[in-house]
C-alpha cells in the first residue's frame, strides 16, 4: 500500500511541475515573437528609401554659410588692386579661421549639405563650409594646416589641367588632402565657363574627364561640382546630372527656384576684409 501511495505521489509532483513550466515557454516565446516583430519594423522603416524635398522645400530652407576662397598668401607689388580681391593674406587668413571657431563654427562638407536640402537631415550647431578654388598650392601648404588647429575639414574645387604644375599642387597633395578627410571636387579641366560650351566634346573635356581622374587619385565617388567664375545656365544642369553630378555651387548671385541644388550660393572671402568684416557679410548674405 506504501508503494503504491509513493508511485501516485511522484506522478502528480511530475504532472504539477510539467503545469508550471508551460506557461513560462508560452510567455518567454511570446516576448521573442513581440521583439522579432519589433526589429523587423524597426529595420523595415530604415531600409525604405528617403523622399527627396520638392524645390520649394529645398528653396525655404535656411541658407548655409559657404565661402570661397583662391589664393591664400601675402600680396606683392605685382598684384592688381583686383587680383587682391581674390588673394587672402596669410595673417588675414589664420585670423578669419580663428574667429570662425571661437564662434562656435563647425564645418560640413557636400554630402552633408545635400542631405540637409534634399531631406532636411539635421547639420551641427552653426555650419560653415569652407570651399577653395583652383588647385593653388598655397591651399595644402597654408589653409589644410591652419584648418587643423581647429579641426575644419574643407572642400578643394580643383582644375585637373593644373596639377603637378608650379604653384599648383600635386596629385600626392590632392590624394592626401582626400585621405585625411578633405573632399576633393571638380572645378572643370581648365576652367572654361560651362556657359561657353557648344559641343559634346566640351562636356567630355570640362566634366567628364576630370570627374573620372579625381576619382582615380581619391579613390572616390565624384559628385559635386563649382561653376567657373560662379557663371552657369539652366542648359548646363540636366548635363551636369547625366555625368553623374548632385549638386553644383555658384557664387553670390540668385538659387535657380527650380534646381537649387545645382545653384548653392558661395562668397567669396576677399582680401581686404578684416576677420569681423567677413564674418559680418557672412552672417548677412546667408539667411
Known amino acids: 500500500m506504501k508503494k ?4 501516485i505521489t511522484a506522478v502528480l509532483t511530475v504532472s504539477f511541475a510539467g ?4 506557461p513560462k515557454e508560452t510567455v ?8 522579432v516583430t519589433s526589429a523587423n519594423t524597426k529595420d523595415s522603416k530604415e531600409s525604405l528609401p528617403k523622399k527627396m524635398a520638392d524645390a520649394a522645400t529645398i528653396t525655404a530652407r535656411k541658407q548655409v554659410p559657404v565661402l570661397c576662397y583662391h589664393q591664400i598668401r601675402d600680396w606683392s607689388e605685382k598684384d592688381s588692386k583686383s587680383s587682391r580681391d581674390y588673394i587672402i593674406p596669410v595673417d588675414a587668413f589664420k585670423a578669419q579661421m580663428k574667429i570662425l571657431a571661437d564662434s562656435g563654427y563647425h564645418t560640413i562638407l557636400p554630402d ?6 534634399a531631406y532636411g537631415t539635421a547639420l551641427p550647431e552653426k555650419p560653415v563650409m569652407l570651399t577653395y578654388d583652383d588647385t593653388d598650392d598655397d591651399q595644402f601648404n597654408i589653409a589644410a594646416p591652419e584648418m587643423k588647429k581647429y579641426g575644419f575639414k574643407g572642400v578643394f574645387f580643383i582644375m585637373t589641367v593644373s596639377l603637378n604644375r608650379p604653384k599648383y599642387m600635386t596629385t600626392e597633395q590632392v590624394k592626401q588632402l582626400s585621405d585625411e578627410g578633405h573632399v576633393v571636387e571638380s572645378h572643370t579641366w581648365d576652367h572654361h565657363k560651362v556657359t561657353g560650351y557648344k559641343t559634346p566634346e566640351d562636356w ?3 566634366i567628364e574627364k576630370p570627374k573620372k581622374k579625381i576619382e582615380e587619385i581619391t579613390g ?13 545656365n ?5 548635363e551636369l546630372k547625366k555625368r553623374g553630378v548632385q549638386s553644383a555651387y555658384i557664387l553670390s548671385t540668385k538659387r535657380d527656384p ?3 541644388l545645382f545653384t548653392i550660393r558661395r562668397i567669396i572671402a576677399s582680401g581686404f576684409w578684416s576677420a569681423p568684416t567677413l564674418y559680418k557679410a557672412m552672417i548677412a548674405s546667408f539667411k
Open 4 to 7: 503504491v501511495i509513493v508511485i
Open 19 to 22: 503545469c508550471e513550466q508551460k
Open 28 to 35: 518567454n516565446n511570446k516576448t521573442t515573437e513581440n521583439s
Open 112 to 117: 552633408q549639405m545635400y542631405d540637409y536640402l
Open 204 to 206: 567630355v573635356t570640362q
Open 220 to 232: 572616390k565617388s565624384s559628385h559635386c561640382f563649382a561653376f567657373p567664375f560662379g557663371l552657369w
Open 234 to 238: 539652366r542648359e548646363a544642369i540636366p
Open 258 to 260: 527650380d534646381d537649387p
